[in-house]
C-alpha cells in the first residue's frame, strides 16, 4: 500500500533516466568537431537509427514541455524544412566520406507537430534520408501527430513514404481538463483521425495520456482510459504531468490550485493502470501498457527491451543521429545535442557546420551504471553480479528502500517490490554518481 509518509519521503525531484549520465551534465566541452569525430569513428556495419525534431505546433499547449514554438505562417516551417534537408545532406556526407552509406533501422519524427510540415516537404525529407542512408526494407518508421491538425494530403504522403506506427497525443477526453490545458480536441475527433490512420495503413498506433492535469480526477481518469481503450490502440503511454514553470514559463497560464497533490496523482496513475490491465494492457516499465502480441510486450518478455530518448523502445541500433534544434544523437563514445534554439541551428547549419553545442563522453563506469539503470527501468529487476557491481557501495542509498519495502535486495539480485513499481526512477537513482538533489530540475518522482 503507497501510503502518505511513501509520497513524502519518495516523491523528489529525479531524471527520466532516458539517458546516462543525463541531460544535466551535458557541457560544452563536447561540440561540433567532438560530434565529426563521433560520427567517423561509427562500425561500418551498425545499424543507426534517426530522430528528427520538428520545433513548430499552431497553438502552444499549457502543459507541454518540449521544445517547440508558435507559427501562424507556414513560411518559417517551409525554411526550416530546407535548413533540415541540408543538416541531412552534412551528416550524410559526413558519414560517406568515411564508409558507404549506413544502414538504418529506424526513423522518428518527434517536435512540437511533425504534421506541421507541408505534405511535400515531408516526401522531400524522406526522399533525403533515402539518398544519404540505407534504409532496411522493414524499416520503423513512426511519427508523432496532433489529431486536431492532421488531413487526408498528409495521411496520403505517410502512406507513400511508408510510415508504420503513429502516436497520437491525447492526454484526456474529459472538456474541462482540455479547456483548462488549452487543447480541445472532443473524442468523436481522435476516433475520426484513428480511422483514418488504420485505413491509411498504419500498422501500430500508440495514444498518449497524461495525469496529474488540472481539474483530473480518479473517475475522470477511468472514463479518459474507457474511452482510449474502445479506439484498440496497440500501446498507450501514461505520463505524469511535469509542472516546471520556472523552464517552461507558459505553464504559468495553468492554476496552481485545481492541480492534483502527489496523494492524488498516485491515485490517478493507480487506478489508470488497473484499468489497463483489466483491457489486457501488460506493463512495460514505468509508464507505457501494451496489448499482447504489441513488439513492446515481446521485447518485455524476451528481455530485448530497451530505453532512450524516446522512451520504451525495441530499436536494435547502437547508435541515434538527431536532426533539428535540441535534438540529441545517443553514440558510442557519448551523448551530444544540437543548439535547442531554432536560430543558432539554422545559422551552424547554413554555414556549413555541424550544430552541435554541448554533450558528455561515456565512460565505462558510466556504461555499467547506465546498463544497471535501464534494467531497472525496463524490468524492475537486474542482476548486479552480472555487471560486477558490489551492491554495498551505494547501500547508503538502497538501505532506507529496503527498509520502506520498495525493493528486495537478495545477494546481489535487486527486484523493485509492488509497492515500490510507482518509485522505480527513485530506485534507478541509487546508480546514479551524478545526481545532486535539486528541486528545480527534474520533475517529481509520482
Known amino acids: 500500500m503507497i501510503t502518505d509518509h511513501l509520497i513524502s519521503v519518495y516523491d523528489r525531484p529525479v531524471p527520466r533516466y532516458t539517458s546516462y549520465p543525463t541531460a544535466p551534465q551535458f557541457h560544452a566541452g563536447i561540440d561540433a ?78 517536435g512540437g507537430t511533425p504534421n506541421s510540415l507541408a505534405p511535400d516537404e515531408f516526401e522531400r525529407i524522406m526522399a533525403a534520408l533515402d539518398h544519404h542512408f540505407a534504409l532496411e526494407h522493414d524499416l520503423d518508421l513512426a511519427i508523432e501527430l496532433d489529431p486536431r491538425t492532421v488531413n487526408d494530403e498528409f495521411l496520403a ?38 480511422g483514418k490512420l488504420r485505413a491509411s495503413g498504419i500498422r501500430s498506433l500508440n495514444l498518449d495520456l497524461i495525469y496529474g492535469l488540472p481539474f483530473q480526477s480518479v473517475s475522470g481518469i477511468r472514463r479518459t482510459v474507457a474511452q482510449a481503450v474502445d479506439l484498440a490502440p496497440d500501446r498507450i503511454a501514461l505520463f505524469g504531468y511535469a509542472h516546471v514553470p520556472w523552464m517552461k514559463p507558459h505553464q504559468r497560464l495553468i492554476d496552481e490550485a485545481s492541480l492534483p497533490d502527489a496523494y492524488a496523482r498516485f491515485r490517478q496513475f493507480e487506478a489508470a493502470a488497473q484499468a489497463l490491465a483489466a483491457a489486457d494492457y501488460g506493463r512495460i516499465g514505468l509508464d507505457h501498457f501494451a496489448r499482447a502480441g504489441d513488439t513492446l510486450r515481446v521485447a518485455r518478455d524476451n528481455h530485448t527491451l530497451k530505453r532512450n530518448f524516446q522512451g520504451y523502445t525495441v530499436d536494435r541500433a547502437d547508435a541515434l543521429i538527431g536532426f533539428g534544434p535540441s535534438a540529441i544523437s545517443a553514440l558510442p563514445q557519448g551523448y551530444i545535442q544540437n ?21 558528455v563522453a561515456v565512460t565505462a563506469e558510466d556504461r555499467r551504471r547506465r546498463a544497471i539503470i535501464e534494467q531497472i527501468m ?43 513499481l510507482p518509485f522505480q526512477r527513485v530506485v534507478a537513482a541509487a546508480f546514479d554518481a551524478y545526481l545532486v538533489p535539486e528541486a528545480k530540475r527534474h520533475s517529481r518522482a509520482v
Open 339 to 359: 543548439a535547442p534554439d531554432h536560430a543558432p541551428w539554422a545559422r551552424a547549419v547554413s554555414e556549413g557546420r555541424l550544430a552541435a553545442v554541448k554533450g
Open 157 to 194: 504522403a505517410m502512406r507513400r513514404v511508408g510510415v508504420s506506427r503513429a502516436s497520437l497525443g491525447v492526454q484526456d477526453f474529459d472538456p474541462v481538463v482540455q479547456t483548462a490545458v488549452n487543447r480541445v480536441q472532443p473524442f468523436e475527433l481522435v476516433q475520426d483521425c484513428v
Open 378 to 420: 525496463c524490468y524492475g529487476s537486474v542482476d548486479l553480479a552480472a555487471f560486477d557491481f558490489d551492491p554495498a557501495s551505494v547501500m547508503i542509498a538502497l538501505w532506507p528502500l529496503i527498509e520502506d519495502g520498495l525493493i528486495h535486495l537478495n545477494g546481489c539480485d535487486l527486484t523493485v517490490t509492488e509497492r515500490g
Open 33 to 110: 568537431a567532438t560530434m565529426a569525430e563521433w560520427l567517423a569513428g561509427l562500425p561500418a556495419e551498425a545499424p543507426l537509427s534517426l530522430y528528427l525534431h520538428v520545433p513548430f505546433c499552431q497553438q502552444m499547449c499549457w502543459y507541454c514541455g518540449c521544445n517547440t514554438q508558435i507559427v501562424a505562417r507556414h513560411q518559417p516551417i517551409g525554411d526550416f524544412a530546407g535548413t533540415l534537408l541540408a543538416e541531412i545532406a552534412r551528416v550524410g556526407d559526413l558519414l560517406a566520406a568515411v564508409r558507404h552509406k549506413r544502414i538504418v533501422s529506424s526513423i522518428h519524427f518527434g
